[in-house]
């Protein structure tokens, strides 16, 4: 079970842009992984290397590869691979930089989650059940420790159906928009999911707006508000039979750092409304929004590096919906703990690329629900047809997903995972 070769290629994410996919070997078996990447990333976040210049723009990622097969591959070949918490802290302490400038953190990730897999395969169980084990066992696999069956929980899904901010070119200020269908199993929620989709499709068609999708399978029509983009949700989940509220509830992903102007007055500008808002007067407007309509999630309401704000608005509004930290937290434990002891938000979004490797990315889930946080797991605006987070969401049980539009390749992928891991557990 010890690793005998790494290697890696630059293949292309949703958006068009070069990623990074990496292969890991064990005995003659090889485990993969594709790095996603975000469009609006949070200044904390772990460090993408990329390579400058013209070609791709300067968003190539040989630079990354290089090191992946030159001191990475160096680094791990020879070790169980099973032993994922000792593979990721040699990554780490050979990178050497907090934010993992050095090798770049997806070059980290790639080799860090193509490790699982090639584990996984050795050991001919289904990934979720080995991540499971890897959780429970502090990042080491131990056969002997038997795993309760059938005792995972399927997550709560939530999908973006309308696009806007950094994921749309439209004038559309809140970047994402979703629905969550409320139903016993993940099979019903996407097709509920799917349902609405389509019918939110129709509406817009018989407005003469735009269906042209954003980077997550949104639509991205011009509306003329934010409030717009509600009701029309709305008006879709009646038209297609349900009930808003008990059958689909809806969340928002503000994404505020990105209308955030850090300059003397501090105000978040909402511009195609044409306001500047106060973070209390922000809040106010959440609170109104909660008391209108069925949202239950609202991410990143306020500027990564507005504690105040964040303070002011979980006591306003975190006793009525879930206050999701993205931006603010970036799936690092002391941001997380951070949180904690100024008490903002009551819930972390996981994605691995900002912590930059597995186990990095487990103890920021650990954390989190050690300290009442409820975690969501999330894809990225960029993202490859790699399903490894519908099997990580039901390997930790944190219960909530979002990996975009039920439609796109990429996107379907995750939803097409999550129905195969329920039949297989209602199965066994």
Do not use: C
């Not at 999911?193 to 499709?201: F, G, T």
């Amino acid at each position: 079970m010890k690793i005998s070769d790494v290697r890696a290629i630059q293949i292309l994410d949703s958006r068009g842009n070069p990623t990074i996919k990496a292969f890991v070997k064990v005995n003659d078996i090889w485990g993969d992984f594709s790095v996603p990447s975000g469009a609006s990333i949070g200044t904390h976040e772990a460090l993408e290397l990329r390579d400058g210049g013209k070609k791709y723009h300067g968003l190539g990622v040989n630079k990354a590869i290089i090191n992946i097969l030159g001191p990475i591959r160096d680094a791990v070949l020879g070790i169980d691979v099973t032993n994922q918490k000792l593979i990721d802290k040699i990554l780490i302490e050979l990178d050497g930089t907090e934010n993992k400038s050095n090798l770049g953190a997806n070059a980290i990730l790639s080799v860090s989650g193509a490790v699982t897999r090639a584990a996984s395969k050795s050991l001919k169980i289904p990934l979720y059940k080995y991540l499971r084990g890897i959780y429970e066992q502090n990042g080491v696999w131990q056969p002997d420790l038997m795993i309760a069956e059938n005792n995972y929980i399927l997550p709560e899904l939530y999908f973006n159906v309308i696009n806007g901010g950094k994921h749309a070119e439209n004038n559309i200020d809140i970047q994402e928009s979703m629905i969550v269908p409320h139903a016993k199993t993940v099979t019903e929620r996407i097709r509920i999911a799917s349902e609405v989709y389509q019918s939110l499709k129709l509406i817009l068609k018989s407005m003469n707006l735009q269906t042209g999708l954003g980077d997550e399978g949104g639509f991205a029509p011009n509306l003329d508000s934010n409030t717009k983009t509600i009701e029309i949700i709305l008006e879709a989940i009646q038209k297609s039979g349900y009930r808003a509220g008990s059958d689909v509830s809806i969340a928002l992903d503000i994404a505020a750092s990105e209308i955030y102007e850090n300059d003397k007055d501090k105000k978040y500008v909402l511009a195609s409304e044409n306001v500047a808002l106060s973070s209390l007067q922000l809040t106010s407007w959440y609170k109104e929004l909660i008391s209108k309509y069925p949202i239950i999630s609202i991410e990143d309401g306020l500027d990564e590096d507005d504690w105040d704000g964040w303070k002011l608005m979980t006591e306003r509004v975190g006793d009525k919906v879930q206050l999701v930290g993205d931006d603010l937290f970036v799936t690092n434990v002391g941001r997380i703990n951070e949180g904690v002891d100024h008490n903002v938000a009551n819930a972390v979004l996981i994605k691995m690329n900002q912590a930059g490797t597995i186990s990095e990315t487990f103890d920021a889930i650990r954390f989190s629900t050690k300290n009442y946080y409820k975690a969501m797991i999330s894809h990225r605006s960029g993202e490859t047809d790699d399903p490894f987070i519908a099997d990580l969401t039901v390997a930790v049980g944190v219960a909530q997903l979002k990996a975009g539009a039920p439609a796109r390749g990429e996107r379907i992928a995750k939803y097409n995972r999550l129905i195969e891991i329920e039949h297989e557990i209602i199965n066994n």
